[in-house]
């Protein structure tokens, strides 16, 4: 395939980074220029290889790229669309990474005046709860799920330019509508960071969390590991998609508040019901996605 | 230490299992007598060299041993403790490893009129999503901890002979009021045990399950790992705990309705403050404990 010949990288964390890498070892990027608001955090990305150059300044970064990611919390892209806007190339294509698409297309509309053809909305469905250019590694998407989202907008040239580059690092690409996106993943990932910080929230409330915390074991530290997730990254991302994760979260409420009679009044018929329909979909689940599709968010 | 002479192991899965194997690498038990349901089970055990022997009849498999160790769900302890009554050594000493600790306290004083000087009732709390004695394995219980929690009319010497096997398996072993110790498990293990249960049958039963769960990473796996637990098992726990078990789940529906009410607001500050919180805590947990500190239930 082409080689994109400079690659700017707005925000150079696990996601950004890791990318960065993963086109680097299959040789289909040029240049790869980073940008971000930390310069000590851009000198280590470029001291690991990660980037070639650093600047602060994403006007700076996307001028003459031909690729520019948009790898920077859904809260801040608003306001880095606007900032970049005027030094965009008018052949760039602009991908981002953000968790919920709405929010970003939202976000784009707002600061484009209309939704670039060239922008083509994406989410790589990869992560662990480190965050950071050390914890970057080129393997990251191997395997793993990436969903775009174009618009109507969308030019279908520029969709198939980034699913061909995500499918460089390995990863499984297809495409759904912007609002499914984000039920699905208000289900799969945003809801369960909401039980897991609350719980701990709750926990650490208690007056006997230290004898709580030294009981915990290994279920626990499993069940809770996205609470040690970024709390700024993950505000953003429930805010972005409140309409979705609020509506997933009152069906939840509602099944856990019955869950809750059926416990208080030791119906244990109704509880082992739920309990096996869990088990079943859940190791229907571990069945079809393979014993190792492992660490990702 | 004194060994033991003939170990009976009432429900050869898991627990049962690994402590029988464990017991024997420490090389302070003699003789293994097996009991439970299932014959074609019992074979395996004795096969996989974790019995000596096997019986179907728990009076049968009492009758002689000095130490008699209970693995039954705690739904089925007070029949059990019944039919073992009038076959038990008056110097044996009885241990189980129930989950939950008062209904097994209550179970015993049922059965037995009052409670025993010899029931020392534990709990291991090691264990996988795994069940089975092909699960089993002797390193269950190295590192983890064991809650004893006597009895008033429980005798300290059958506690400490108790404790002092445990710490064969390498276990850290330590006591607690039974209240208490359910109390603390409710929150850490058995409320965690429900939310996921739950969340995992709320997305089955959507519309989208079959994408939702294409789209599940690895952090939905972690998170759900304990809703691939016995069913069964835990119908017993939440039932067996479902004082304290309801009221924590109660005090977190409170927080998690709070939370909800931030999300639908789009309050980053409100919600940035509890993610912040619970993220501190877990990362302070896992720095106490050790990154290793790694599956059990």
């Known amino acids: 395939m082409r080689k994109v010949q400079r690659l700017a990288i ?5 996601i950004g980074g890791s990318l960065a890498r993963a086109l680097r070892e299959a040789d ?3 240049e790869v220029v980073g940008c971000g608001r930390d310069s000590a ?7 690991l290889g990660v980037v070639d150059r650093w600047m602060t300044n994403p006007a700076e970064a996307v001028t003459g790229s031909d690729l520019v990611v948009i790898a920077v919390p859904v809260g801040a892209m608003c306001d880095l669309f606007k900032t970049i806007r005027p030094a965009l190339a008018p052949q760039a294509i602009v991908t981002d990474v953000g968790s919920t698409k709405l929010g970003v297309i939202a976000a784009a509309r ?10 083509v909305p994406g989410h790589p469905i990869a992560g662990t709860e480190q965050t950071g250019v050390e914890a970057s590694f080129a393997e ?4 793993r799920r990436v969903i775009l989202t174009p618009t109507p907008e969308t030019d279908p040239v520029a969709t198939r330019r980034v699913r061909e580059l995500w499918q460089q690092t390995g990863a499984q690409v297809s495409e759904m509508d912007p609002r499914h996106h984000d039920q699905v993943l208000a289900a799969t990932s945003h809801l369960p960071h909401v039980l897991a ?5 709750h926990l650490a409330a208690m007056d006997d969390r230290t004898e709580i915390f030294a009981y915990a074991a290994g279920g626990f530290r499993d069940f809770t590991r996205i609470a040690s997730s970024s709390p700024e990254m993950w505000r953003d991302i429930a805010c972005a998609n409140r309409e979705a994760l609020t509506a997933v979260l009152d069906g939840y409420l509602q099944d856990l508040q019955q869950l809750r009679e059926a416990i208080a009044a030791g119906d244990g018929e109704a509880i082992v019901t739920v309990f096996r329909r869990a088990k079943q979909a859940r190791d229907r689940l571990i069945e079809l996605a393979g014993p190792n599709a492992g660490a990702s968010a």
Chains 1, 2 share one sequence.
């Open 10 to 14: 707005i925000g150079v964390g696990l």
């Open 28 to 30: 289909v990027v040029g």
């Open 41 to 47: 955090h851009l000198q280590r990305a470029q001291a």
């Open 110 to 119: 707002e600061a484009f005046g209309k939704l670039p053809a060239s922008f």
């Open 140 to 143: 990251l998407f191997q395997g």
């Open 197 to 201: 910080y609350a719980l701990v929230d």
